[in-house]
């Protein structure tokens, strides 16, 4: 999930009057069947949630937030040692927010792709290329180990242009792959990139054929708590932390109805407040929106092609993601990411019409034969952010307490490493992870309101215009590439 995309009008097609980008009904019409929940979700397989934590207890670690980060921290721990008596409280239920509701793209990335990795670290991005891929790899083979049922599909994806500047630029991120060593394969013409995904839209792609895995979401995080629970991790779920406090050689963590006294503490809260106050100005929410089609028939998805199933993302700053289900629905999303003062996160966010119609004209106009296909969800939600788009760590409490944030969309996969580096930490060990410049370094923090909203709503504006301007970035967006903040994406 993210917040990038092509401007207004979408290339390739004319400007939309009142029935719509093809001449025929008005996109916003398929939305009128549209449930206002995440797709992933709306899943008779949800599992029961657990208890809540109804009593004082003790544990060796304790996991916060039961997300992807906290699963995948909760099972390596017991992995890495089967006596230590690990505990993950949740405040909601295990994956109901980013990771459950996300568009599924599991990437090897763990610098939020290529060129932002270049740009901050190119002294050590071989080693996180590499990190990176083993951890997908390593992804894959819990899914298999587990038994996760979560429609796993190693497709790989595709940066689409969508403007002719931006031809140009994925043939730069091409020549930077081979620089790299990293397989990428360009297609130079619209009828190369046509020939994997029909849009009038494309003028050209980038192939990253191996280091993406699509995946349904809530089923890998449902996944991960039953294989959690099979290695003997205690979960609780409706069990707020609300207080974190040092406690003779521990931690101790005050939750809805009791005190949990752990030896050791991994916070995995990401886009919601965390528990140790002076982390919380190195992330924000922002709110990212996504659709989901119908399931396609077979003449439809026959006029779109797609053998190879790829997710895709187009290369502007506004962008979006778009993906096939196990099913064959399309999931897209993404073009607006939404920051509310004070970095506010409340469910009425979850539910934007404004940016639903916009998506829809959009798809309207990315696949012009598919006018009859109707949308049947229509959901929102946050995501956490940074100022360098990639995740960052911290010890606190005399280093009895490990944090991970940051993810910026890119948490499906980059979560899995976090987990490692927050354990290493934990233990006190030196690898190859803890000596990273990106783990041993944080980003820039975001400034107080009201300077906050005012800089993000500067930044967005000028993303915009840049999308409108052929790429061309203004005197703002180069300050902040000098600053380092590297607002590209």
């Known amino acids: 999930m993210g917040a990038r995309g092509h401007r207004e009008p979408a290339p390739g097609a004319q400007r939309a009057d009142s029935r719509g980008a093809s001449g025929m009904t008005d996109p916003i019409r398929r939305l009128r069947d549209a449930e206002p929940v995440p797709f992933w979700l709306d899943d008779p397989a949800r599992p029961d949630a657990a208890s809540a934590l109804v009593a004082d207890t003790r ?86 180990r587990y038994g996760i049922a979560c429609d796993w599909e190693r497709t790989g994806s595709l940066s689409v242009a969508t403007e002719p500047y931006q031809v140009d630029g994925l043939r730069e991120l091409a020549a930077l792959a081979a620089r790299y060593g ?41 996944g991960l708590k039953r294989a959690c629970e099979e290695r003997g991790v205690r979960i609780h779920e409706h069990t707020r932390a609300t207080r974190l406090t040092p406690s003779g ?62 997710g895709f993302a187009d290369s502007a700053n506004r962008f979006h993601y778009v993906r096939l289900t196990a099913d064959n629905r399309i999931l897209w999303g993404g073009y607006d990411a939404v920051y509310h003062y004070r970095g506010r996160v409340r469910a009425e966010h979850d539910q934007r019409p404004e940016t639903f119609a916009t998506l829809a004209r959009h798809f309207a106009r990315a696949f012009p034969q598919l006018d009859d296909l109707s949308f049947t969800h229509a959901w929102g939600g946050a995501i956490d952010t940074c100022t360098r788009f990639t995740a960052f760590f911290d010890l606190s409490h005399g280093g009895r307490v490990a944090y991970a944030a940051g993810f910026t969309g890119l948490g499906v996969g980059a979560t899995r490493f976090a987990a490692e580096v927050m354990l290493d ?33 500067i930044t967005k504006w000028s993303l915009a215009q840049a999308d409108a301007n052929d790429g061309r970035r203004n005197g703002w967006l180069r300050l902040l590439d000098r600053l380092g903040l590297g607002f590209d994406s």
């Open 59 to 144: 544990c060796d670690l304790l996991v916060v937030g039961g997300g992807y980060s906290g699963l995948w921290t909760a099972l390596l721990a017991k992995e890495r040692d089967s006596a230590c008596d690990v505990l993950l409280i949740e405040a909601e239920e295990v994956g109901w927010a980013a990771s459950g509701r996300n568009g599924g793209f599991c990437e090897a990335s763990l610098t939020h792709g290529l060129g932002n990795g270049h740009q901050r670290w190119p002294g050590e991005l071989t080693v996180l290329e590499r990190l990176g891929a083993r951890n997908l790899q390593a992804i894959e083979d819990t899914v298999k």
């Open 182 to 222: 990293v397989e990428r394969t360009l297609l130079e013409t619209p009828e190369a990139v046509r020939a994997e995904i029909d849009s009038p839209a494309f003028l050209a792609g980038l192939w990253d054929r191996d280091g993406v895995a699509m995946v349904n979401p809530a089923r890998l995080a449902w």
């Open 249 to 310: 050689g521990g931690v101790e963590v005050r939750t809805s109805y009791g005190r949990v006294r752990a030896g050791r503490v991994a916070l995995a809260t990401n886009a919601f407040p965390s528990l140790v106050r002076r982390h919380r100005p190195y992330t924000v929410p922002v709110y990212d929106y996504a659709l989901m089609t119908e399931p396609l028939s077979g003449r439809q998805l026959s006029s779109v092609g797609w053998r190879h199933r790829q």
């Open 425 to 457: 930490l934990l233990a006190g060990e030196r690898t190859e992870r803890t000596a990273l410049e990106m783990v041993r370094h944080k980003p820039l923090p975001f400034p107080p309101e009201p300077i906050r909203s005012a800089a993000i709503g």
